[in-house]
């Protein structure tokens, strides 16, 4: 017996935060093979829009959900399918749930998306290629299309996290540059005031000491603004007063 599955669900996982890329990539990967897009209505957390490819028509919707991103395709014209594989993985009632939903307003189609549990049925889960046997023609190019748009923005959130754990391993260092160094400046304050009481003249080694105090204390302010690279100046210039603070004792003793 034939059955006419006129739902298809994808789901993307983690990548909400990209959203509105995710949406602006797709479309753009549709456009490019051919289908026509109109009655679009975007925002940073929906979009819908009325899809054409071949003799094919339908709504698309998609929103993030928590941290991951659902995509509704109905069909409202052509693409007639058999039940087969496919719709015995998306099942009856997940198609009667979406049937003439995507046409109600934003917060009825979000609510939907959220509460429905989809199982199998992601279309880029376990089971695609064989799931993709018996869907229409366009609901197979969206699924490919969503899978192109979902590998290229996972290599920017993994280029990305990369690239924070750099910046973090980068302010790690220099944060233990900076204890390194004040625990430096603190040893040589304690010897200054030691000599001082003995009646030395360690003025000069004063002054360096209190500057590189200062530079120390600046180089912390620099790196809580995020000027990670006026930190390191200020550090190593507070390593070079603790220096000459250092020979300037070994002459006052």
Do not use: C, H
Request: glycine share 8%; charged share 35%; proline share 0%.
């Amino acid at each position: 017996m034939s059955y006419k599955v006129n739902s298809f669900y994808y789901f993307v996982q983690d990548l909400s935060e990209y959203f509105e890329s995710f949406v602006e990539r797709l479309m753009t990967s549709l456009a490019q093979e051919g289908t026509a897009i109109s009655d679009k209505e975007i925002s940073s957390d929906f979009a819908r829009m009325k899809v054409r490819y071949k003799d094919e028509r339908g709504t698309l919707v998609a929103a993030p959900v928590g941290r991951d991103i659902k995509v509704v395709y109905e069909v409202e014209g052509g693409g007639i399918v058999r039940k087969s594989i496919w719709g015995a993985i998306t099942g009856g009632g997940l198609a009667s749930l979406a049937s003439g939903l995507l046409g109600g307003d934003r917060d009825s189609i979000i609510s939907a998306l959220t509460g429905a549990v989809v199982g199998g049925a992601y279309g880029l889960k376990d089971g695609f290629e064989t799931a993709m046997e018996d869907a229409t023609e366009f609901s197979k190019l969206l699924a490919y299309a969503i899978k192109r748009v979902e590998d290229e923005l996972r290599e920017i959130k993994m280029a990305r996290e990369r690239a924070e754990e750099e910046k973090r391993e980068e302010i790690e260092g220099i944060k233990r540059t900076l204890e390194e160094v004040y625990t430096e400046a603190v040893a040589i304050g304690e010897e200054i005031d030691l000599l001082e009481t003995e009646g030395k003249d360690v003025k000069k080694a004063k002054l360096r000491y209190e500057k590189a105090l200062e530079l120390l204390d600046e180089a912390d302010e620099a790196l809580k603004s995020g000027k990670e690279m006026l930190a390191k100046a200020k550090i190593r210039s507070a390593e070079r007063m603790v220096q000459l603070a250092r020979d300037e004792l070994e002459r006052a003793s």
